[in-house]
Antibody, heavy 125, light 112 residues
Framework: QVQLQESGPGLVKPSQTLSLTCSVS??????????WTWIRQHPGKGLEWIGY???????YYSPSLKSRVSISLDTSKNQFSLKLSSVTAADTAVYYC?????????????????WGQGTLVTVSS | SSELTQDPAVSVALGQTVRITCQGD??????ANWYQQKPGQAPVLVIY???NRPSGIPDRFSGSSSGNTASLTITGAQPEDEADYYC???????????????FGTGTRVTVL
């Protein structure tokens, strides 16, 4: 059973960089066929896909956040991380890490099948 | 990128059937996935690839699709089905790359 767990500061000051780590257990982030993903949810709102990373290091980010986002892997620790720079109050949200699983490798179709419990990050001075 | 639109809320009597819809241009070329989210919890995948259920998801959950609309149907709704439901699909960005993902606006299901 794959498990994901987010960790990082719950409070970040405006203009600073938000940094979160997702620890994965029960499976290797170096396995083919999975993209390691960050998703956020503003308070009382819907889900927003941020981006993901493949074990090869290939990344893809939401166009709306691309200029501020970086996702990286640490295979030695079986972790992946999110950095979001120049944060404002609009970045206050619950941040989830998740695994995107290719249920159809030929077409590239996938779904987010395992999620962390989420961590609330508040941007405030 | 396109958007996926859902009705904000629906209600269903206990044991009855409810259909939740998701509309968007991306659904013409990409299958929908559906997630259930209960208060204070992470989303759970309930339907993937338009019609498939992950292991452990009751068979009262089913998915379908036509044109730009995907649907999640709960047949015989139970009290534990009361939750927010989100659709999700791949989307194309302005360069035509379809590795972008988008979520629907969400539907709150109340079981009466």
């Amino acid at each position: 059973q794959v498990q994901l767990q987010e960790s990082g500061p719950g409070l970040v000051k405006p203009s600073q960089t938000l940094s979160l780590t997702c620890s994965v257990s029960g499976g290797s982030i170096s396995s083919a066929g999975y993209y390691w993903t960050w998703i956020r949810q503003h308070p009382g709102k819907g889900l927003e896909w941020i981006g993901y990373i493949y074990y090869s290091g290939d990344t893809y980010y939401s166009p709306s956040l691309k200029s501020r986002v970086s996702i990286s892997l640490d295979t030695s620790k079986n972790q992946f991380s999110l950095k979001l720079s120049s944060v404002t109050a609009a970045d206050t949200a619950v941040y989830y890490c998740a695994r995107k699983w290719y249920y159809d490798a030929l077409t590239g179709r996938g779904a987010f099948d395992y999620w962390g419990q989420g961590t609330l990050v508040t941007v405030s001075s | 990128s396109s958007e996926l639109t859902q009705d904000p809320a629906v209600s269903v009597a206990l044991g009855q059937t409810v259909r939740i819809t998701c509309q968007g241009d991306s659904l013409r070329s990409s299958y929908a996935n559906w997630y259930q989210q209960k208060p204070g919890q992470a989303p759970v995948l309930v339907i993937y690839g338009k019609t498939n259920r992950p292991s452990g998801i009751p068979d009262r959950f089913s998915g379908s699709s036509s044109g730009n609309t995907a649907s999640l149907t709960i047949t015989g709704a139970q009290p534990e089905d009361e939750a927010d439901y989100y659709c999700n699909s791949r989307d194309r960005d302005s360069s035509g790359d379809h590795r972008h993902y988008v979520f629907g606006t969400g539907t709150r299901v109340t079981v009466l």
